[in-house]
């Protein structure tokens, strides 16, 4: 167990650090006299369908599927994050930034944070949990076990990082869909879409709002989610 929460923390802290990616050209200052010049020395740039085969490749290498990866029914091994996550900061390096193929690779990163969140979220188990009864439109809450607020204050931040990075995904996605008829042909949209897009948020705000509410009712305890992400 602890050995599993090791790997998973390293992963996280290796997702985080690819959030700021690095340029794909490299520039190189020469200076002689008074004269400054700048040599760029520029990188092929991969389109959506050469990113698309990448994945493919790492599917193959990893026994991984990612468009059918979907929280909680079919999560990625946790030992097949970190490649993943290696070679994405690789193949990120070389798309063009803000382009389709960059933000497939966005998208694929929320993937992988997300799934790794819930993966933390999990080890929790039942004494992190609120009981919530959904009655129409509204969720309604079942005794709280005060004895265990630290653990359910630990579980609904992870579950709302979780979310969180579920939620960059879809605008990721969507944009990726909306933008591109290559991208909708080769990734698929409606019944072909990607298992990811039914994760396990639905109503998720409502979910949150009433654990909040009801360890503040019933535990006299706050929790706070500002600053979260």
């Known amino acids: 167990m602890h050995m599993k929460r ?8 290796l997702l985080i650090a690819c959030e700021q990616p690095a340029p794909p050209t490299d520039e190189i200052i020469i200076t002689e006299a008074n004269i400054t010049t700048n040599i760029t020395l520029t990188t092929p740039l991969l389109s959506l369908s050469e990113v698309l085969d990448e994945f493919s490749v790492l599917d193959a290498d990893l026994n991984t599927s990612w468009k059918k990866e979907n929280i909680p029914e079919n999560l990625i091994s946790p030992t097949a994050v970190e490649p993943w996550t290696k070679r994405l900061k690789l193949i990120e390096d070389l798309t063009e930034k803000d382009s389709v193929a960059n933000k497939l690779v966005q998208a694929r990163l929320e993937m992988l944070r997300s799934q790794v969140t819930y993966y933390l979220g999990a080890e929790i188990g039942e ?5 919530l009864k959904l009655e129409g439109e509204t969720f309604t809450p079942g005794l709280v076990a005060c004895e265990n607020i630290k653990d359910i204050e630990k579980s609904i931040k992870i579950y709302s990082i979780s979310y969180s990075h579920y939620l960059k ?6 944009n990726i869909l909306q933008s591109s008829e290559e991208a909708r042909q080769k990734i698929g949209i409606d019944e072909t879409k990607i298992a990811f897009y039914d994760g396990p948020f639905n109503q998720a705000q409502k979910k949150i709002a009433a654990t909040l509410k009801a360890v503040e009712d019933q535990c006299d305890y706050v929790i706070t ?3 979260m992400s």
Request: aromatic content about 10%; overall charge negative; cysteine-free.
């Open 169 to 174: 995904f879809v605008g990721h996605m969507d």
């Open 6 to 13: 090791y790997l998973l923390t390293v992963i996280v802290l």
């Open 127 to 131: 004494k992190g949990t609120v009981p």
């Open 225 to 227: 989610l500002e600053g």
